[in-house]
């Protein structure tokens, strides 16, 4: 995943999650919206299954989502799953179904514990009948 946004002209470096401002008095972005894109081709690049790419997406999101929580932005949105990527290999939407599942039974509480809420935004209907379940129960 490969994000960045500006700031006053400050770079927020969110690879490295070092958000720098000029001054503390700096506003933060109310809404931070990211496009996870590049997972599998930065797996590719380091000859690993696509898949590996996208569970280290997963890690960056976590990264993201704590940073942005941290920093006090109200609203993020992570843009995950495109209809584009349905014309995917069919292992690799299977896997990717498997890798929303198991982090939101596996990341859920701990989000809601901290003032997280989540919503799916989108058609949903193409997703596996327990994952919808389980997205429909997260919303606020």
Avoid: Y
């Amino acid at each position: 995943m490969m994000a960045a946004a500006s700031h006053r002209g400050q770079p927020w470096q969110w690879m490295g999650l070092r958000m720098t401002t000029t001054t503390q008095d700096d506003a933060v972005p109310r809404h931070v919206a990211i496009v996870m894109d590049g997972n599998g081709r930065w797996a590719k690049a380091r000859f690993l299954p696509r898949l590996m790419g996208h569970h280290r997406g997963v890690e960056s999101a976590r990264k993201v989502i704590r940073a942005c929580s941290n920093a006090g932005v109200e609203c993020l949105t992570l843009f995950a799953f495109s209809s584009e990527n349905w014309k995917r290999p069919e292992d690799e939407v299977s896997g990717l179904m498997s890798l929303f599942m198991s982090a939101l039974e596996r990341e859920s509480v701990a989000l809601f514990r901290h003032n997280v809420r989540m919503r799916f935004i989108g058609d949903t209907s193409g997703f596996p009948t327990s994952l919808q379940e389980k997205s429909s129960r997260l919303r606020p």
